[in-house]
């Protein structure tokens, strides 16, 4: 249980750095090392909204129920939690909710309260999932997607809605396969160019 | 926001009772939304605000099939305006009869001093598209309250009734298909004027009569049709035709699966029948009495 806690919640909310950086630590206590990663420039605060507003009009295409389209708000989140987990926290997380839920004509708070869940979970395991390599990323990210699913589905059965069949969690599979792809486009603007200063090699 | 180095013991309010404040406003709002209804302003205001983004993001659907439809071939429009012209003539036909028909209905009931029919008024809308929410079966129209929509309005298409208007914007209405599982509608089995009411069914696509008796008359191929003693649909409108009727021993009630006529998957413009609230007949008193008179009633009784 201890563990448990540990891993899940042992540093949720707490302060970042604010310059946003991938890991660049090399060498771990088991002998293992992975690649650096050069360092990331500040992200732009407009970018962040930006990129939000565009996931938003995203969830607004005309998907239809048929389609295992991605929520696009949530993939976002997730990242913007992930990587600026001062910037973006649960209460941007709440009101989006409150505009997809308009916008599905589902209950008032449903989304909200799902995405809500869903940034907890992105902060509080926002240092881990930052050490490893993008790949690795998808199975922190799809159990998130999940919960966020799931919280929803249960508030609808709660309200005597009926179940939507087992291909309601393939949107999140989706997501999931998503993340590598979202999470390049996301750091484009941060990445610096590569140049090398021979009299200063770092 | 300029952000500076993380501050080592200032930490703001704990993630975790940010995370028990927002989940219980969540809650908070569930609860007021699905029992009192209360957020409609609230929700109204938003559709408002989230209508041009909606109508933008169409457009390149809607130009997609614009193009298909561009390069359609002459030989299948040739073939729809025959169909056309032809349902054209057949409809020529009956309208006729129908004028002639109101005519002597008018003069019956006038004689039997009946109450006139309910005037229904008619509003041709535009489907926008689907919801996404895959728990209801909805879809959104290009008109709202702006246009005279109210809730509660039947939704027809050429064929027969595909659902009812539930929540109403400003620009926009939703419309709740008759295969929501928790759509309903009172029908009447048009061959023996059985009453009944349809739901939406446990399988995608389909109607249910519930609470039929394992012995009413009804057989696969009957036709049921609004019954419109609910003053909300007009009466006698196709609805569905019956599928299969499964009549179990050990079932308290038959299992009747119907398929609706109307094309409730398939629509792009579809017509609004507002009831016109003069004709309507009073509501009746509701069913169940307060608690007070019941229990004096009951004291009554004794």
Known sequence: MKRLRDWFGSDAGGPDAGISRAPETVDLAGGRSYRPEALLRPVNPAFIWASLFGALLLDLLPWGPTIPAPDFVALALVFWNVQQPRRVGMATAFVFGLLIDVHDGALFGQHALAYTLLSYGAISLHRRIRWFPVLGQVPHVLPLLLVAQVASLAVRMSVGGPFPGWGYFLQSVVGALLWPFASWLLLVP????????????? | MELGPPPLFNQGVPARVRLGILALLSIVLLVVDARLRALDAVRQGLEVVLYPLERALLWPRDAFRDAAGYLSSV????????????????????????????AENARLRSLLA???????????????????????????????????????????????????????????AEVTLLTDKDQSIPVVVLR?????????????????LRYMAPGADIVNGDVVATSGIDGVFPPGMPVARVERVERDAGEQFAHVVLRPVGGVDRHTVVLVLSVDDATRPPAPEPARPERGERDARKGARR
């Open chain 1, 190 to 202: 941060q990445r610096r160019p590569i140049e090398r200063d021979a009299t200063r090699p770092l």
């Open chain 2, 75 to 102: 030989a299948s429009l040739t073939r729809e305006n025959d169909q056309l012209r032809r349902a054209a003539l057949e409809y020529a036909d009956k309208g006729l009869a129908t004028q002639q028909l109101q």
């Open chain 2, 114 to 172: 009946l109450r006139d029919r309910v005037a229904v008024r008619s509003t041709p809308v535009q489907v926008l598209y689907e919801s996404r929410d895959r728990f209801t079966r909805k879809v959104v129209v290009d008109r709202g309250g702006g246009a005279g929509i109210t809730a509660g309005s039947a939704v027809i298409d050429d064929a027969g009734v595909i659902g009812q208007v539930t929540r109403v914007y400003p620009l926009t």
């Open chain 2, 192 to 208: 023996n004027g059985l009453r009944a009411v349809a739901y939406g069914g446990e399988e995608p696509g389909s109607l249910e």
